[in-house]
């Protein structure tokens, strides 16, 4: 019997040499010598001996994507993956940093949404102009985040609701923070702004709903509603710079919505810009 969150792999090798042993490690196999057999069920459960070959069976425990390589969110203990491919994103994209969103009432802080944001790690490179500074300093610096979202390059936000609320509700929250970033909308931006609304009208979001937000580049982004895990398709493509570059600068501009991520991503820079 496995762990939860585990599945078996049966695996046979033949050697010359008395029993191998197998790990994983990073998911990919190796096989090392000498070995002293186990009797736990992770090494070989069996050995034979056939014209000087040494077959083994072995029974392999590895453990499934869902229950490794995550970051956990400490504020709403969400759990965020630490690398996603996402619909219509052309590569793997990892994790960043992590925040959440509090709406004040009554003088109380409710927690909304946890967030994460992903990046293709070739956006690292065209960051050296950065490197050596602290958080706090690029946490300062405007113009590091603006190179990041003109680098046409694939970054994704994920949003995970920590409370139930009506998708009106949530979508009349973002539009309060991005509509003022516009200053003259255009008749494209109008229109992606209507788009961008309706993926969320009439939907109940409930607790654990996930929301992804992927740049594709900076005119065009695609929006991804997941009830149940990882989305399985594109909701809606909003073609619109200006509204595109206003929500980026919601969450990573000067006055954040969620200031807790955009210094859990000053750190992440700070760390890989070493």
């Keep these: 019997m496995t762990a939860a969150g585990a599945i078996s792999v049966p695996l046979w090798i033949s050697t010359s040499t008395p029993p191998t042993k197998i790990i994983a490690f990073n998911n990919k196999l190796r096989i090392c010598y000498p070995v002293k057999l186990s009797r736990n069920g992770s090494y070989p459960l069996s050995t034979f001996e056939k014209n000087g070959q040494y077959e083994q069976s072995f029974t392999l425990k590895v453990a499934s994507s869902s229950s490794v390589g ?4 400490p504020a ?3 759990k965020f993956q630490r690398s996603l491919s996402l619909p219509g994103s052309s590569t793997s994209l990892s994790l960043l940093g992590t925040g959440y969103r509090e709406k004040v009432f009554a003088i109380i802080g409710i927690k909304v949404y946890a967030a994460g944001l992903y990046v293709n790690d070739s956006v690292f490179s065209r960051l050296d102009a950065w490197r050596g500074r ?3 300093e690029i946490q300062q610096d405007p113009s590091l985040f603006n190179n990041i979202f003109e680098a046409n390059l694939e970054k994704s936000l994920l949003i995970v609701l920590v409370r139930d609320i009506d998708g009106k509700t949530f ?3 973002l539009d309060e923070a991005i509509s003022p970033r516009i200053k003259s909308p255009t008749a494209d ?3 992606a702004l ?5 993926v969320f009208q009439g939907k109940p979001l409930k607790k654990e709903t996930s929301i992804f937000l992927t740049w594709i580049d900076p005119t065009k982004m695609l929006v991804s509603l997941s009830f149940d895990g990882m989305p399985s398709s594109v909701d809606a493509t909003i073609e619109s710079t200006n509204v595109a570059s206003a929500l980026f600068d919601v969450f990573l501009g000067g006055d954040p919505v969620s200031p807790t991520l955009k210094a859990s991503v000053a750190k992440g820079l700070e760390a890989a810009l070493k």
């Design 70 to 73: 995550s970051t956990e969110e």
């Design 134 to 136: 602290s958080a706090a």
């Design 76 to 78: 709403t203990k969400v």
């Design 189 to 191: 931006d109008k229109s």
């Design 194 to 198: 209507s788009t961008f609304r309706d």
């Design 171 to 173: 979508w009349d929250a």
